[in-house]
């Protein structure tokens, strides 16, 4: 039995897509609530840096200093990080599953699927150490 052969530019391009629409949906609902609780508390991990954090990776509060260096302390600054990681948490599932054999469809519903998870789109939605 021959395996069926997807086109790797259309598979792409659906990627991408979809990519792109969660980080537009992320983008448009930056600034619907204020700071989260959390997310002051990631602040003051982030300007006083150790390695000795409890409850999160030192490398989650050096990201956050080096966003807090380049874009200042501003609430849309302070989400654009997971915002991004997870247009990337889409793209990566779509790419899985186009390497692990799937066809068009797959790929689509592997994006749209991950695009639709209320978990991804509620951590994505604000600073914290999950969404990394």
């Known amino acids: 039995m021959k395996a069926a052969t997807t086109d790797h530019r259309v598979t792409t391009r659906i990627v991408a897509g979809v990519a792109v629409v969660g980080l537009i949906v992320h983008l448009l609902t930056i600034h619907r609530y204020g700071y989260f609780r ?30 807090l260096i380049l874009f200042s302390s501003s609430l849309f600054a302070l989400r654009i990080f997971p915002a991004l990681a997870s247009a990337v948490t889409v793209a990566l599932a779509g790419m899985l599953a186009r390497e692990l054999g799937g066809r068009v469809w797959a790929i689509t519903l592997a994006c ?8 991804f789109l509620a951590v994505g939605n604000f600073y914290s150490p999950n969404v990394l």
Do not use: K, N, Q, W
């Not at 749209?112 to 978990?119: A, I, K, N, Q």
């Open 38 to 67: 959390d997310e002051l508390y990631y602040i003051a991990c982030a300007r006083h840096l150790d390695f000795g954090y409890v409850d999160l990776a030192p490398l989650s509060a050096f990201l956050l200093r080096i966003e």
């Open 112 to 119: 749209t699927g991950m695009l639709g998870s209320l978990f």
